[in-house]
């Protein structure tokens, strides 16, 4: 058996965490938001905090990681920190096989078509005062590599890339377990509310069931980006969300417990057997 440890959306900077002790797994599976700030701050966090506790790390960027960056220059430069750092990072659909099992990994990012109504939710998601926080703190490069902004139809081509390589990799025959890991949420039961009720939901996830319950469907799927525990199964698949989120709880003066965790239900230590 193959001990697989899954914590994602730490958010490390905006209220520092420690994991807990506990014993060494072969696998960890990160699946983004480890704090704003990829090279800086997630990779060392991560090589801090993570990589004792696990032989290998798998690290699949978020949003969050590419806040104050520009993105395929820091992704570049990720790829060969984590090299350095023996850590695994798979950002676009890139593959690592641990024994028998294979991972395939990518931000995803998201279609923006899980409400139906794809040109308004490209719409919110974009608004300069009220949509994404993606679209003021992350910058990109456009086709000839000028610096351009990352506006919600950038994030719909990465989608559509990420995507793509997912589903070839998945096409292709592998006879031992397979996982796939993805920041943003790959079904609607995965959203805030276990399914689709507000604009805003369609930059938190898409709807992947067909490859869930197509004939190649992954065994596992590890997602984060939406601040809620997960765990069903959709046609051949198992979905899990473990995610920390934002936890901004403090002792009062009179030295009683405020408790503001963004998901009360994460589990430090969730790990699973394949
Ligand atoms: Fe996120």
Redesign the pocket.
């Known amino acids: 058996m193959t001990s697989v440890w899954i914590p994602s959306?730490l958010h490390t900077d905006a209220s520092p965490w420690t994991p807990p002790l506990g014993p060494l797994v072969d696998i960890a599976i990160v699946a983004?938001?480890v704090a704003d700030g990829l090279c800086w701050r997630s990779i060392p966090w991560l090589v801090e905090h993570i990589r004792p506790r696990a032989r290998h790390v798998i690290f699949v960027p978020?949003?969050?990681d590419l806040y104050g960056c520009r993105y395929p220059d820091e992704i570049a430069r990720a790829r060969e920190a984590a090299i350095a750092a023996d850590l695994t990072l798979l950002d676009c659909g890139q593959v690592r096989l641990v024994g028998g099992i294979q991972i395939c990994g990518g931000v995803l990012w998201t279609d923006y078509e899980i409400t139906g109504n794809r040109a308004h939710a490209l719409r919110v998601a974009g608004d300069r005062h009220l949509g994404m926080n993606d679209h003021r703190r992350i910058q990109t490069r456009d086709r000839l590599g000028v610096p351009a902004p990352f506006r919600p139809l950038v994030a719909a081509g990465l989608h559509a890339e990420h995507r793509g390589r997912i589903e070839r990799v998945l096409a292709e025959r592998w006879d031992g377990s397979r996982i796939v890991v993805t920041?943003?949420a790959p079904h609607p039961r995965s959203l805030l509310h276990g399914e689709v009720r507000e604009t805003i939901d369609a930059a938190?996830g898409s709807d992947r069931s067909a490859l869930m319950e197509g004939p190649t469907a992954p065994d596992i799927w590890i997602h984060?980006?939406?601040y809620v525990s997960r765990d069903y199964v959709v046609g051949g698949t198992r979905v899990i969300a473990n995610p920390r989120g934002h936890d901004t709880s403090f002792r009062r003066r009179d030295g009683t417990w405020s408790d503001v965790r963004e998901n009360p239900a994460f589990n430090p230590n969730f790990t699973i057997e394949i």
């Open positions: 959306d983004g938001d978020g949003n969050h920041h943003h938190y984060g980006h939406v």
